[in-house]
Nanobody, 130 residues
């Protein structure tokens, strides 16, 4: 059974940085398929795929709004996926969710079709404000 636990959210001023971590259990890293990703949802807005990474290798996808500012990485030994966020702006304020799909092959597909992703964490709040 897939379980995901996020950590690392908080309050940061504009231009600041945060690192989010997601510990995943029940997921096979370095296997034949699967991907893990970060999504976010702000009040009154649709859920957005932020970044997703393959469980097999380091193939990754970034949403247009975060390219060049966010970096996703994975640590198979620790079953952890990390999202390093830099140059944060108030528009990045949202609840960030970690999600996993053990069957999907393409990280970009996972980020673009969140409605089919089977496993989700509870979320961690990120607030960017002075």
């Amino acid at each position: 059974q897939l379980q995901l636990v996020e950590s690392g959210g908080g309050l940061v001023p504009p231009g600041g940085s945060l690192r989010l971590s997601c510990v995943v259990s029940g997921f096979t890293f370095d296997g034949d398929a699967g991907a893990i990703g970060w999504f976010r949802q702000a009040p009154g807005k649709e859920r957005e795929g932020v970044s997703c990474i393959s469980g097999r290798d380091n193939t990754s996808f970034y949403g247009d709004s975060v390219k060049g500012r966010f970096t996703i990485s994975r640590d198979s030994a620790r079953s952890t996926v990390t999202l390093q966020m830099t140059n944060l702006s108030p528009e990045d304020t949202a609840t960030y969710y970690c999600a996993a799909d053990p069957y999907i092959f393409a990280p970009h597909a996972m980020c673009q079709y969140a409605e089919i992703v089977p496993a989700w964490g509870r979320g961690t709040q990120v607030t960017v404000s002075s």
